[in-house]
């Protein structure tokens, strides 16, 4: 089938203007729009934007802002990591210290340290609730989740926490500070920050600058894996990828992976609907730009500070960055994803920096740091189907950045970058 032509617009450095074909060709495959944003020493050196924010395709905007899925925990994780710099909490409390009611049923002794490195227990949130609806519903989930029961001994496996993790940390955030989670981002890295779009429960005054999400088909189908055929499909297709990866010694555990991520009617849950944006979903709903989440990282590539304003103490950003126990079994996720603490380590299509960190999230977004270089990358989507930890798309845009940080000549934080203008998004983009 061919591409529709691809316009990008926005401005990068020249250094990295392989960037700007990355994005051009990722849109042009699948879909939709998409913006990118690099910053490098402390500067922007790229932050550009194509393709369309909705199915009757408008044109991608400067402001425009996605929901980002996962890619929403590394900003709540980095609000429990400021309380923790400011001695609100600290990683070894046990949770129940600060929130006495989730001292139930054999929680007594989790702490905050397994909760950020998912070794809490705690991810089977089809078995903590009836529908996913709920999932909008704050009080509902704490509760679920104080009467909850470690599906396996805390400390013992690490299993990703797909959606229960934004309610854990979230209402951990909430008992330290006293304030919700949508005024902690506000008050704690959106205003310090300068930041022009970062939400995790967004006011309705900002709705109109939300991308559609634009799903093919089976995308829905791969959701709905209760009673359909795509889903009877997709189980039978599962068991068939895990006896592959059996002999490599990788064992895929459905049983934990419908538990973590597919509760009962996610199916039909609309991720990209008004109520769900405004919502508190702290592990799936964040709406964000790319320059935002691109500026945040940037303050944590650069040792806890940007511009003047520092966000997080050195001690306290290593500690939230280091590598945490790998000896665990594992469930929902098979492989080694070298958590930290509310982060996971970092791949891209030119090789795994060594001490980047960050998030990715379902249907392709992400964004991290690597403090080595000093650089960070956000990238937001609209279209198109990934893993629960973004896709191709991630990681080329990531081996981009890196490919052009490690080729630039000179290697000193750079001044303003010079603007290198791109062709402007026409009106009625996807014309050949």
């Known amino acids: 089938m061919a591409r529709h032509k691809v316009y990008v617009d926005g401005f990068t450095h020249p250094d990295?203007?392989?960037?700007?074909?990355?994005?051009?060709?990722?849109?042009?495959?699948?879909g939709g729009g998409a913006g990118v944003c690099i910053y490098h020493h402390g500067e922007v050196v790229a932050d550009i934007w194509a393709g369309q924010r909705n199915r009757a395709g408008a044109p991608w905007l400067s402001d425009t802002m996605a929901p980002s899925f996962s890619t929403t925990k590394g900003v709540a994780s980095t609000l429990l990591h400021i309380l923790v710099d400011r001695g609100l909490l600290d990683y070894d409390d046990r949770v129940c210290d600060h929130w006495p009611e989730f001292a139930q049923a054999g929680k007594e002794?989790?702490?905050?340290?397994?909760?950020?490195?998912?070794?809490?227990?705690?991810?089977?949130?089809?078995?903590?609730?009836?529908?996913?609806?709920?999932?909008?519903?704050?009080?509902?989930?704490i509760?679920?989740?104080?009467k909850a029961s470690p599906i396996h001994t805390p400390g013992t496996h690490t299993g990703y926490h797909g959606l229960t993790y934004g309610f854990l940390v979230?209402?951990?955030?909430?008992?330290?500070?006293?304030?919700?989670?949508?005024?902690?981002?506000?008050?704690?890295i959106v205003r310090p920050l300068g930041l022009d779009g970062m939400y995790i429960g967004a006011p309705r005054a900002?709705?109109?600058?939300?991308?559609?999400?634009?799903?093919?088909?089976?995308?829905?189908?791969?959701?709905?894996?209760?009673?359909?055929?795509?889903?009877?499909?997709?189980?039978?297709?599962?068991?068939?990828?895990?006896?592959?990866?059996?002999p490599i010694g990788l064992q895929l555990d459905l049983d934990s992976i419908l538990d973590s991520l597919a509760p009962r009617g996610i199916g039909a849950f609309d991720f990209g609907?008004?109520?769900?944006?405004?919502?508190t979903i702290p592990a799936a709903n964040g709406l964000f730009t790319a320059r935002s989440l691109a500026r945040m990282y940037a303050a944590l590539a650069g040792g806890g500070e940007l511009d003047g304003t520092r966000l997080l103490s050195r001690r306290t950003l290593s500690r939230a960055t280091r590598v945490q126990d790998r000896t665990h079994g594992r469930r929902v996720i098979p492989w080694d994803m070298r958590w930290r603490l509310g982060y996971h380590g970092v791949a891209t299509t030119?090789?795994?920096?060594?001490?980047?960190?960050?998030h990715f999230g379902f249907g392709g977004s992400g964004a991290w740091?690597?403090?080595?270089?000093?650089?960070?990358?956000g990238l937001i989507v609209n279209a198109g189907f990934g893993t629960p930890f973004g896709d191709i798309r991630i990681l080329r845009i990531g081996g981009a950045a890196l490919r052009c940080s490690e080729k630039r000549l000179d290697r000193r934080p750079i001044a303003a970058p010079p603007e290198r203008r791109l062709r402007s998004v026409p009106a009625a983009l996807g014309a050949n």
């Open 350 to 358: 030119y090789g795994i920096p060594r001490r980047a960190f960050g």
């Open 206 to 246: 900002v709705l109109h600058r939300a991308a559609e999400l634009i799903w093919p088909g089976q995308s829905r189908g791969l959701l709905n894996l209760e009673g359909t055929a795509p889903g009877r499909a997709i189980l039978q297709a599962a068991h068939m990828v895990g006896g592959l990866l059996r």
């Open 16 to 30: 990295f203007h392989p960037v700007v074909s990355t994005l051009r060709d990722i849109v042009g495959q699948f």
């Open 273 to 279: 609907s008004p109520d769900t944006l405004r919502a």
């Open 143 to 146: 509760a679920a989740i104080e």
């Open 369 to 377: 740091a690597d403090p080595e270089r000093n650089l960070s990358v």
């Open 170 to 188: 979230g209402e951990l955030v909430r008992r330290v500070s006293g304030q919700p989670i949508p005024q902690l981002v506000r008050d704690l």
């Open 109 to 141: 002794h989790i702490t905050v340290r397994q909760v950020l490195s998912h070794q809490s227990g705690l991810y089977h949130i089809r078995q903590m609730i009836d529908h996913a609806d709920r999932m909008r519903d704050w009080p509902h989930m």
